[in-house]
């Protein structure tokens, strides 16, 4: 996702010489689970589904396989250089900026978003607008960055750095403290069935999962978000221990909340 309105997405292609690649390590990182609960919704075929931020395409491949021919799956995204849907003829790509635009309405059996809301300051207008999207029973699955597992683990490296780059991030309208209300905020908007999970990788130095955080943190520092780090060695020691397959480390946290729209 970027954007060229108000407050620039951080994480746009003018801030880093390998856009491709940060998604790719993203996706190899959460898409065990992201599938793994997209699975367990019953995603089948003739399912009609809204992929929000598709990224590189990796989800929406994967819900495009299962919809199959009777289905429809339609990938939105502020930037979709990265994703053309070329070879999938039951996915269409539509670039959509979801702060000033809104989904079909009434639609989609499963409306899905990974790491997106908590980049709009307008998360709460838009979250209602993928409820709206929803058919009668259809399923909302929002996974979102959060941060509060951070500030159990004591003192050290790894958590200053984690830290020192959301609070960065903060500046630029983005929030790791919001994934925990989605299950309250399901509720209120009256979905029903409405679980949530934490999900904490805890990854060896090298996997997908460090280099996803670091492709960030160095594309945070690029694009003009100086990250604060005081202790030993600082920035540049956390990048090589994050190189270091010895070294195992906490993953950026997600929030996994999911409901179910009321049958009529």
């Known amino acids: 996702m970027s954007t060229e309105l108000g407050n620039e997405y951080i994480f746009n292609g003018r801030h880093v010489a390998d856009v491709p690649r940060r998604l790719r390590a993203l996706e190899e990182s959460y898409d065990p689970g992201t599938v793994g609960r997209l699975e367990r919704l019953g995603v089948g075929a003739g399912w009609h589904c809204l992929e929000v931020g ?17 289905g429809r799956v339609l990938a939105a995204d502020l930037d979709t250089s990265f994703f053309t849907g ?66 159990g683990m004591g003192d050290g ?55 996803w955080l670091r492709l960030s943190i160095d594309q945070l520092i690029r694009g003009g978000h100086p990250i604060q780090v005081h202790g030993r060695g600082g920035y540049e020691q956390w990048r090589r221990k994050s190189e270091d397959p010895d070294t195992w480390l906490v993953s950026l946290p997600l929030v996994a909340a999911q409901g179910r729209a009321a049958r009529r």
């Open 54 to 70: 598709t990224g590189a395409g990796s989800v929406t491949r994967w819900l495009s396989h299962r919809a199959g021919p009777a």
């Open 86 to 151: 070329e070879g999938l003829d039951n996915v269409e790509v539509r670039q959509l900026d979801l702060r000033s635009e809104r989904p079909p309405e009434g639609e989609f059996d499963l409306v899905h978003a990974r790491l997106v809301l908590g980049h709009l300051p307008e998360r709460d207008r838009v979250l209602d607008a993928l409820v709206a999207a929803l058919r009668p029973g259809g399923w909302l699955l929002v996974e979102e960055a959060e941060e509060f597992p951070f500030h």
């Open 157 to 211: 490296l790894h958590r200053e750095v984690v830290l020192a780059a959301l609070a960065a991030m903060e500046t630029a309208g983005f929030t790791a403290k919001w994934g925990r209300k989605l299950p309250a905020l399901f509720r209120a908007r009256g979905l029903e069935d409405v679980s949530a999970v934490v999900e904490a990788p805890i990854v060896p130095g090298g996997s997908s999962g460090l280099e």
